[in-house]
């Protein structure tokens, strides 16, 4: 089952990593109504699966993410997998210990179906007809792929942002398929500023002319300049404030201040830099489509408005962790989480880390956060290997 | 001098006020090297100017403002100018006591000379070929119109956000024609983050195929889409999320949430809305133009970053003003103001307001706001009224 080959990487490494497929071939009925004639999802694995079955991890991903979060495709590869700072041998999520799943999500532009895959009723790419998809879809595409793994539980979803939404969506819709969800930097619902900013990148998608109206692929254009404000805005609000401060201040690339002539401050040239970038990497339907999965999560919503009702059923232990500086998803909209996890009788363990690095901490190897990360997911490898008696569901 | 005409305008309202234009003839040298051969300001004043002429009171505007800051234009207009709720009989700036000028900025797009004046050298409108403006020529442009309006010095230049950044400036430039600054919700010079934004609202503009490298006049066509973004970002970042929160929550306009389909939050539609109509009114190279100045500006510069060393030869008394939930001008940067004002031995005043309505707070009537304001105007009318020994300069 695993993808790890042998590999001379350095000590904390995956290596190398191959991605598999899995593909889904019934009808899948998604949210909004629209069924999809099956799908694929391309997913990679770290870690040997115990033969109990029980040390499964799967990793969701945010925004932007997708299936390669740790190690590297082949040995020139000078970035590893997004997440490589908490997964690895002996890191926060231990493959020495856990077999560690991690996919691109339905909807995504990393080799799952998506926008940019063929709609077997027309033979052209979806574009922007591609169905909107949402965390709850993408929960049950992924315990399909689960059971494709012959994973019945998993010893913990993990993620960060729209990751750790989809965790809560995990505890929530298969209680009895997570032992552990862990949320880092989410939210339980998106704010008024959230959506905001997100609509701000959506305009500048949909406003710029090689959008064609998600037909882009079609026409041989792409909108490379819309998606790039996007990544910028998006990138702009990950950081915090004094971060951005000590990384850049008022700092020249070129010009002359005093005359006020032919002036670049660096952070203007490393974020045209970050745009640019992102909009080679990146698909624009895909970018709409997972910032439409943020602003509609919003688990209480079917249990009017009660988040508490809706973690009843769970029996998941839960971790809740976020980061000082973090303001699109700020500590407190973390405590709501834990707020509501207390009344509702569950087990739940909560930091709230200093970092100056805002939304994007949870990417980062923080001494502080990984300690508490790794002491918590270690107490998951020792009852999934049977050392220790499980938590007891539902202790506050 | 007066512009203010009779009328039966609600208590508290100038009334119908009609603007005026200043020409300078002469040949204008800017910061950036470039010189215009003359300009023309565009503004209107409220109250009567006393016999002394101490009573004057210059308002300075910040990035989307004009000289049309309070009153009516016509009988029929249904919104009064953008300051209305701090000029007036009675309120914080008090025109039954005070001589107020307000002006539409050099650069500007209501009236004074700016990108879409015609360049003398070319016949064309400038474009994006005006030169770049800084707040030190503002300010130099600022005392020629009150040349013009027989105004040694100024009772107070009162400016919020960049208009507040005017002000600083007027104190450390003109120290003997400023007895008092008033300094709300500014900063002493952008951060990296505030800098990021801009550049970003630049961004949307120039990327947007209509800007046509700023000569969409010449071709009749205007970045509506564009500067609409630009102005979506702006607003964003001058509210705060709280408040954005209470105002939209995740009230839906239209669509049925439970499958995600056809979901329209109501703030998406209100943030397009005011993209819309702001890029009918505003003028695309003039926001890039303000942008640039918010972005240079920086006093401190010039004397080896020593802000206090920047602010020694100022005579002006101080108010300095801020809001709790102003994010992209911080009561912290306020406080550096205070700070350095303090450690210069300057008379300064300084209050933190609490507000949920963000940077936008210095537009509104809040009753601490105001009173604070007011009281601080109304013993600089003492003063230049001659009742009340003017402050001791330097007295910290």
Redesign the interface.
């Known amino acids: 089952m695993g993808t790890q080959a042998q590999s001379s990487e350095p000590v904390g490494s995956v290596g190398i990593v191959v991605p598999e497929t899995f593909r889904f071939e019934e009808a899948f009925a998604l949210?909004?109504?629209e069924t999809l004639d099956g799908f694929e999802l391309v997913y990679e694995t770290y870690g040997e699966l115990n033969a109990r079955r029980s040390n499964a991890v799967l990793i969701c991903h945010a925004l932007s993410g997708n299936h390669h979060a740790a190690g590297f495709h082949a040995e020139s590869d000078t970035k590893p997998g997004w997440w490589d700072t908490c997964i690895g041998p002996g890191k926060a999520v231990d493959t020495d210990r856990f077999h560690v799943v991690a996919l691109n999500n339905l909807g995504g532009c990393h080799g799952s179906t998506g926008p940019a895959s063929s709609n077997t009723a027309t033979g052209k790419p979806f574009g922007a007809d591609f169905p909107?998809v949402?965390a709850e879809d993408w929960v049950r595409s992924q315990a399909l792929l689960a059971d494709h793994l012959g994973i019945e539980r998993f010893a913990a979803v993990v993620g960060g942002s729209l990751g750790g939404m989809q965790a809560m969506q995990w505890a929530i819709d298969f209680p009895d398929r997570v032992r552990a969800a862990v949320l880092i930097a989410c939210a339980a619902?998106?704010?008024?500023?959230n959506?905001?900013?997100n609509?701000?990148a959506r305009?500048?998608i949909m406003?710029?002319?090689e959008y064609k109206s998600g037909n882009y692929r079609s026409t041989d254009t792409n909108p490379d300049?819309?998606l790039?404000?996007a990544r910028?805005?998006g990138h702009?609000t990950y950081?915090s404030?004094d971060g951005?401060?000590q990384?850049?201040?008022?700092e020249l690339k070129f010009g002359d201040?005093?005359?006020?002539?032919d002036?670049e401050?660096q952070?203007?040239s490393y974020?045209?830099y970050q745009?640019q970038s992102f909009s080679r990497r990146f698909d624009a339907n895909t970018y709409l489509l997972m910032t439409?999965a943020l602003?509609?999560f919003?688990p209480a919503?079917?249990f009017d408005d009660d988040l508490v009702a809706a973690l009843r059923e769970a029996t998941a232990g839960f971790l809740v962790l976020s980061f000082t500086s973090d303001?699109r998803f700020?500590p407190a909209r973390s405590k709501e989480i834990v707020d509501a996890l207390i009344a509702a009788r569950k087990n739940v363990v909560s930091a709230v880390i200093e970092s100056e690095h805002g939304h994007d901490s949870f990417l980062m190897p923080l001494p502080r956060y990984v300690e508490v990360f790794r002491t918590y997911m270690n107490r998951l490898a020792d009852e999934a290997e049977g050392d220790v008696a499980p938590e007891t569901p539902g202790a506050a």
Chains 1, 2 share one sequence.
């Open positions: 949210q909004c109504g909107i949402t619902k998106l704010s008024a500023q959506i905001a900013f609509e701000i305009q500048a406003s710029d002319p300049q819309g790039g404000l910028m805005i702009v950081l404030h951005m401060g990384k850049f201040g008022r201040m005093s005359r006020a002539r002036v401050f952070v203007e974020l045209r745009g439409r602003d509609f919003d919503a079917r303001w700020a």
